[in-house]
Protein backbone atom coordinates (compact mmCIF):
# COMPACT_ATOMS: atom_id res chain seq x y z
CA UNK A 1 0.00 0.00 0.00
CA UNK A 2 1.56 3.60 -0.99
CA UNK A 3 0.88 6.22 1.09
CA UNK A 4 0.27 9.59 0.03
CA UNK A 5 2.98 11.68 0.87
CA UNK A 6 4.49 14.33 -1.88
CA UNK A 7 8.05 15.42 -1.23
CA UNK A 8 9.10 18.33 -3.19
CA UNK A 9 12.72 18.68 -3.93
CA UNK A 10 13.77 22.28 -4.51
CA UNK A 11 17.09 22.53 -6.95
CA UNK A 12 16.54 26.40 -8.10
CA UNK A 13 15.65 27.78 -11.54
CA UNK A 14 13.52 30.93 -12.54
CA UNK A 15 11.07 29.27 -10.33
CA UNK A 16 12.56 30.29 -7.60
CA UNK A 17 14.00 33.61 -9.43
CA UNK A 18 14.02 37.45 -8.12
CA UNK A 19 13.89 40.41 -10.53
CA UNK A 20 14.38 44.16 -8.57
CA UNK A 21 11.03 45.24 -11.17
CA UNK A 22 7.93 43.35 -11.02
CA UNK A 23 7.76 44.23 -14.44
CA UNK A 24 11.01 41.94 -15.84
CA UNK A 25 10.55 38.91 -17.24
CA UNK A 26 14.50 38.60 -18.17
CA UNK A 27 16.74 40.99 -15.97
CA UNK A 28 16.39 38.67 -12.76
CA UNK A 29 18.31 36.30 -10.70
CA UNK A 30 17.60 32.30 -10.94
CA UNK A 31 17.71 30.69 -7.57
CA UNK A 32 16.84 33.22 -5.00
CA UNK A 33 13.83 31.52 -3.04
CA UNK A 34 14.10 28.46 -0.97
CA UNK A 35 11.52 26.10 -2.00
CA UNK A 36 9.52 26.13 1.40
CA UNK A 37 8.98 29.67 0.68
CA UNK A 38 7.61 29.03 -2.66
CA UNK A 39 5.14 26.45 -1.32
CA UNK A 40 4.20 28.62 1.06
CA UNK A 41 3.34 31.42 -1.61
CA UNK A 42 0.36 28.40 -3.15
CA UNK A 43 -2.85 27.83 -1.38
CA UNK A 44 -2.82 24.01 -0.25
CA UNK A 45 0.94 23.35 -0.54
CA UNK A 46 1.74 24.69 2.13
CA UNK A 47 1.57 21.48 4.38
CA UNK A 48 4.11 19.45 1.79
CA UNK A 49 7.21 18.00 2.90
CA UNK A 50 10.24 20.14 0.88
CA UNK A 51 14.35 19.63 0.80
CA UNK A 52 16.32 21.34 -0.79
CA UNK A 53 19.08 19.93 -2.61
CA UNK A 54 20.35 22.70 -4.66
CA UNK A 55 20.09 26.49 -5.55
CA UNK A 56 21.66 26.90 -8.90
CA UNK A 57 21.09 28.45 -12.07
CA UNK A 58 20.32 25.13 -14.11
CA UNK A 59 22.69 26.17 -17.05
CA UNK A 60 25.28 25.40 -14.62
CA UNK A 61 24.06 22.01 -14.04
CA UNK A 62 26.83 19.63 -13.20
CA UNK A 63 27.13 15.54 -12.31
CA UNK A 64 27.69 16.61 -9.06
CA UNK A 65 24.44 17.88 -8.39
CA UNK A 66 22.70 15.28 -10.15
CA UNK A 67 24.03 12.61 -8.03
CA UNK A 68 23.02 14.28 -5.36
CA UNK A 69 19.41 14.40 -6.48
CA UNK A 70 19.57 11.01 -7.66
CA UNK A 71 20.48 9.75 -4.22
CA UNK A 72 17.39 12.01 -2.46
CA UNK A 73 15.08 11.02 -5.01
CA UNK A 74 15.99 7.29 -4.42
CA UNK A 75 15.86 8.08 -0.32
CA UNK A 76 12.37 9.13 -0.84
CA UNK A 77 11.21 6.95 -3.44
CA UNK A 78 12.09 3.72 -0.71
CA UNK A 79 9.62 5.33 1.36
CA UNK A 80 6.52 3.46 1.58
CA UNK A 81 4.53 6.24 3.05
CA UNK A 82 5.92 8.64 -0.17
CA UNK A 83 3.11 8.03 -3.30
CA UNK A 84 5.59 10.75 -5.39
CA UNK A 85 8.17 13.65 -5.64
CA UNK A 86 8.02 17.33 -7.29
CA UNK A 87 11.49 18.49 -8.65
CA UNK A 88 11.51 22.30 -8.99
CA UNK A 89 14.33 22.98 -11.46
CA UNK A 90 15.10 25.71 -13.76
CA UNK A 91 13.95 25.52 -17.36
CA UNK A 92 17.37 25.38 -19.53
CA UNK A 93 18.55 21.77 -18.34
CA UNK A 94 15.23 20.15 -17.37
CA UNK A 95 15.08 18.09 -20.04
CA UNK A 96 18.75 16.37 -19.54
CA UNK A 97 17.75 16.08 -15.59
CA UNK A 98 14.63 15.10 -16.52
CA UNK A 99 16.27 12.27 -18.90
CA UNK A 100 19.10 11.32 -16.19
CA UNK A 101 17.09 10.55 -13.30
CA UNK A 102 14.77 8.46 -15.84
CA UNK A 103 18.01 6.40 -16.26
CA UNK A 104 19.07 6.25 -13.23
CA UNK A 105 16.16 5.74 -11.24
CA UNK A 106 14.14 3.48 -12.83
CA UNK A 107 11.07 5.03 -10.75
CA UNK A 108 7.79 3.67 -10.99
CA UNK A 109 6.33 6.17 -8.55
CA UNK A 110 5.80 9.56 -10.57
CA UNK A 111 8.84 12.34 -9.91
CA UNK A 112 7.64 15.29 -11.24
CA UNK A 113 10.03 18.13 -12.82
CA UNK A 114 8.28 21.78 -12.94
CA UNK A 115 9.75 24.82 -13.73
CA UNK A 116 8.55 28.57 -14.24
CA UNK A 117 9.70 30.68 -17.08
CA UNK A 118 8.98 34.32 -15.54
CA UNK A 119 10.22 34.74 -12.00
CA UNK A 120 8.75 34.53 -8.83
CA UNK A 121 8.71 38.39 -8.51
CA UNK A 122 7.13 38.63 -12.02
CA UNK A 123 3.50 40.15 -12.45
CA UNK A 124 1.67 37.13 -13.37
CA UNK A 125 4.48 34.18 -12.37
CA UNK A 126 3.60 31.16 -14.13
CA UNK A 127 5.75 29.01 -11.23
CA UNK A 128 2.77 28.49 -9.11
CA UNK A 129 0.15 27.23 -11.03
CA UNK A 130 3.07 24.75 -12.74
CA UNK A 131 3.86 23.77 -8.95
CA UNK A 132 0.11 23.04 -8.53
CA UNK A 133 0.03 21.15 -11.56
CA UNK A 134 3.26 18.90 -10.39
CA UNK A 135 1.93 17.87 -6.93
CA UNK A 136 -1.45 17.05 -8.84
CA UNK A 137 0.07 15.10 -11.34
CA UNK A 138 2.17 13.29 -8.68
CA UNK A 139 -0.74 12.86 -6.87
CA UNK A 140 -2.94 11.45 -10.23
CA UNK A 141 -4.13 8.01 -10.75
CA UNK A 142 -1.58 6.41 -13.60
CA UNK A 143 0.81 8.62 -13.22
CA UNK A 144 4.69 6.75 -13.17
CA UNK A 145 8.14 7.20 -14.00
CA UNK A 146 10.07 10.46 -14.44
CA UNK A 147 7.48 13.63 -15.92
CA UNK A 148 8.08 17.23 -16.74
CA UNK A 149 5.12 19.67 -16.25
CA UNK A 150 4.59 22.69 -17.44
CA UNK A 151 2.29 25.39 -18.93
CA UNK A 152 -0.52 22.70 -18.10
CA UNK A 153 0.81 20.16 -20.17
CA UNK A 154 2.45 16.80 -18.95
CA UNK A 155 4.94 15.47 -21.46
CA UNK A 156 7.63 12.45 -20.76
CA UNK A 157 11.20 12.51 -19.69
CA UNK A 158 11.75 11.14 -23.22
CA UNK A 159 10.30 13.08 -25.70
CA UNK A 160 10.63 16.83 -23.14
CA UNK A 161 12.40 19.60 -24.95
CA UNK A 162 12.88 23.26 -24.38
CA UNK A 163 11.42 24.56 -27.53
CA UNK A 164 11.21 28.27 -26.59
CA UNK A 165 13.68 30.72 -24.49
CA UNK A 166 10.69 33.27 -23.87
CA UNK A 167 7.07 32.19 -24.22
CA UNK A 168 5.49 30.66 -21.01
CA UNK A 169 4.69 27.31 -22.85
CA UNK A 170 8.54 26.84 -23.58
CA UNK A 171 8.23 22.89 -23.92
CA UNK A 172 6.87 20.10 -26.28
CA UNK A 173 7.69 16.54 -26.90
CA UNK A 174 7.59 17.53 -30.72
CA UNK A 175 5.49 14.48 -32.74
CA UNK A 176 4.98 12.27 -29.84
CA UNK A 177 2.60 15.35 -28.46
CA UNK A 178 2.34 15.00 -24.42
CA UNK A 179 1.36 12.59 -22.73
CA UNK A 180 -1.53 14.43 -20.66
CA UNK A 181 -3.00 18.05 -19.71
CA UNK A 182 -3.48 19.03 -16.01
CA UNK A 183 -6.93 20.84 -16.45
CA UNK A 184 -8.65 22.12 -12.81
CA UNK A 185 -5.99 19.92 -10.62
CA UNK A 186 -7.04 16.73 -12.79
CA UNK A 187 -4.82 15.35 -15.53
CA UNK A 188 -6.49 13.94 -18.84
CA UNK A 189 -4.01 11.36 -20.28
CA UNK A 190 -3.69 11.45 -23.87
CA UNK A 191 -3.68 8.05 -25.52
CA UNK A 192 -0.24 7.63 -25.62
CA UNK A 193 0.69 7.96 -21.80
CA UNK A 194 2.32 4.16 -21.50
CA UNK A 195 5.29 5.74 -23.41
CA UNK A 196 5.91 7.50 -20.43
CA UNK A 197 7.39 3.85 -19.35
CA UNK A 198 9.07 3.02 -22.06
CA UNK A 199 10.58 0.20 -20.59
CA UNK A 200 13.90 0.98 -21.22
CA UNK A 201 14.77 2.45 -17.81
CA UNK A 202 17.73 0.71 -15.95
CA UNK A 203 18.24 2.03 -12.43
CA UNK A 204 21.76 2.94 -12.54
CA UNK A 205 21.87 4.15 -9.37
CA UNK A 206 23.79 1.77 -7.66
CA UNK A 207 26.38 3.11 -10.68
CA UNK A 208 26.77 6.73 -9.13
CA UNK A 209 26.32 6.06 -5.59
CA UNK A 210 30.07 5.80 -5.84
CA UNK A 211 31.24 7.43 -8.37
CA UNK A 212 34.38 9.63 -8.13
CA UNK A 213 35.03 10.54 -11.52
CA UNK A 214 32.67 11.06 -14.21
CA UNK A 215 33.55 10.02 -17.91
CA UNK A 216 34.34 13.15 -20.16
CA UNK A 217 31.94 13.17 -22.80
CA UNK A 218 30.99 16.17 -25.20
CA UNK A 219 28.55 17.27 -28.33
CA UNK A 220 30.09 18.23 -31.82
CA UNK A 221 27.93 19.57 -34.32
CA UNK A 222 28.39 19.02 -37.64
CA UNK A 223 27.37 21.77 -39.75
CA UNK A 224 28.37 23.83 -43.22
CA UNK A 225 31.64 24.21 -43.18
CA UNK A 226 32.24 22.45 -40.13
CA UNK A 227 36.48 21.04 -39.52
CA UNK A 228 37.76 18.72 -36.81
CA UNK A 229 39.78 21.19 -34.80
CA UNK A 230 37.19 21.17 -32.06
CA UNK A 231 37.30 17.00 -31.68
CA UNK A 232 41.49 16.62 -32.30
CA UNK A 233 41.95 19.40 -29.32
CA UNK A 234 38.98 17.53 -27.01
CA UNK A 235 41.17 14.12 -27.80
CA UNK A 236 44.33 15.54 -26.63
CA UNK A 237 42.27 17.00 -23.69
CA UNK A 238 41.04 13.03 -22.93
CA UNK A 239 37.34 12.97 -23.82
CA UNK A 240 36.07 9.89 -23.65
CA UNK A 241 33.02 10.03 -25.59
CA UNK A 242 31.25 12.05 -28.42
CA UNK A 243 28.09 12.51 -28.98
CA UNK A 244 27.81 14.09 -32.88
CA UNK A 245 24.57 16.35 -33.39
CA UNK A 246 24.48 14.93 -37.15
CA UNK A 247 22.95 16.90 -40.02
CA UNK A 248 18.98 14.98 -41.31
CA UNK A 249 19.56 11.12 -41.11
CA UNK A 250 22.93 10.92 -39.14
CA UNK A 251 24.92 12.82 -42.07
CA UNK A 252 28.34 14.03 -41.04
CA UNK A 253 30.69 16.16 -42.48
CA UNK A 254 33.34 14.65 -44.01
CA UNK A 255 36.04 16.84 -42.07
CA UNK A 256 34.19 16.20 -39.15
CA UNK A 257 34.12 12.48 -40.03
CA UNK A 258 37.88 12.03 -40.62
CA UNK A 259 38.71 13.81 -36.67
CA UNK A 260 36.17 11.33 -35.43
CA UNK A 261 37.96 8.59 -37.09
CA UNK A 262 41.26 9.22 -35.58
CA UNK A 263 39.07 9.83 -32.15
CA UNK A 264 38.28 6.41 -32.25
CA UNK A 265 41.29 5.17 -33.38
CA UNK A 266 42.45 6.80 -30.31
CA UNK A 267 39.77 5.23 -27.83
CA UNK A 268 36.94 7.92 -27.87
CA UNK A 269 33.36 6.13 -28.28
CA UNK A 270 31.24 8.14 -30.75
CA UNK A 271 27.29 8.55 -31.13
CA UNK A 272 25.45 9.88 -33.55
CA UNK A 273 22.18 11.76 -32.74
CA UNK A 274 20.28 14.53 -35.23
CA UNK A 275 20.38 18.30 -34.78
CA UNK A 276 16.69 18.22 -36.09
CA UNK A 277 14.40 19.09 -33.86
CA UNK A 278 12.09 16.40 -34.43
CA UNK A 279 12.49 12.75 -35.32
CA UNK A 280 15.37 10.52 -34.76
CA UNK A 281 18.41 9.05 -36.67
CA UNK A 282 17.22 5.77 -38.63
CA UNK A 283 20.41 3.44 -38.64
CA UNK A 284 20.86 1.49 -41.88
CA UNK A 285 23.67 -1.08 -42.81
CA UNK A 286 26.89 0.25 -43.27
CA UNK A 287 26.90 2.86 -40.44
CA UNK A 288 29.97 3.90 -38.93
CA UNK A 289 28.89 5.06 -35.74
CA UNK A 290 25.98 3.83 -33.79
CA UNK A 291 22.66 6.07 -33.75
CA UNK A 292 21.10 6.94 -30.55
CA UNK A 293 17.33 7.96 -30.51
CA UNK A 294 17.66 11.25 -28.02
CA UNK A 295 18.48 14.21 -28.71
CA UNK A 296 21.82 14.96 -28.56
CA UNK A 297 21.76 16.25 -24.87
CA UNK A 298 20.29 13.32 -24.13
CA UNK A 299 22.63 10.99 -25.75
CA UNK A 300 25.76 12.78 -24.09
CA UNK A 301 23.81 12.16 -20.61
CA UNK A 302 22.84 8.51 -21.70
CA UNK A 303 26.91 8.01 -23.69
CA UNK A 304 27.98 9.23 -19.73
CA UNK A 305 26.52 6.18 -17.88
CA UNK A 306 27.02 3.53 -20.50
CA UNK A 307 30.63 4.87 -19.80
CA UNK A 308 30.63 4.50 -16.29
C1 LIG B 1 17.41 28.09 -15.21
O1 LIG B 1 17.33 27.23 -16.09
O2 LIG B 1 17.74 27.84 -14.04
C2 LIG B 1 17.12 29.52 -15.54
C3 LIG B 1 16.15 29.68 -16.64
C4 LIG B 1 14.77 29.17 -16.30
O3 LIG B 1 14.53 28.49 -15.32
O4 LIG B 1 13.87 29.49 -17.11
Known sequence: MIGQKIVVLGTGGTIAGTAARAGDNIGYTAAQVGVEQLLAGVPGLSGLVTEQVAQIDSKDMDCAVWRALALRCAHHLDDPGVRGLVITHGTDTLEETAW?????????KPVVLTCAMRPATALAPDGPQNLLDAVATAQAPGAAGVLAVAAGEVHGARQVQKVHPYRVN??????????????????RWAQNQPSALDGQAQSAIE?????????????????????????????RDGVRG??????????IHHALEAALLRAQDAGVRVVRSTRCAEGRVLPKPGDRWPASDLSPVKARVALMLDLL
Do not use: M, Y
Request: with cysteine.
Open 170 to 187: AFNSGEAGPLGWVEEGQV
Open 242 to 251: LVVACTGNGT
Open 100 to 108: FLHAVLGAR
Open 207 to 235: KIANVTAWPAVEIVTSHAGASGRVVDALV
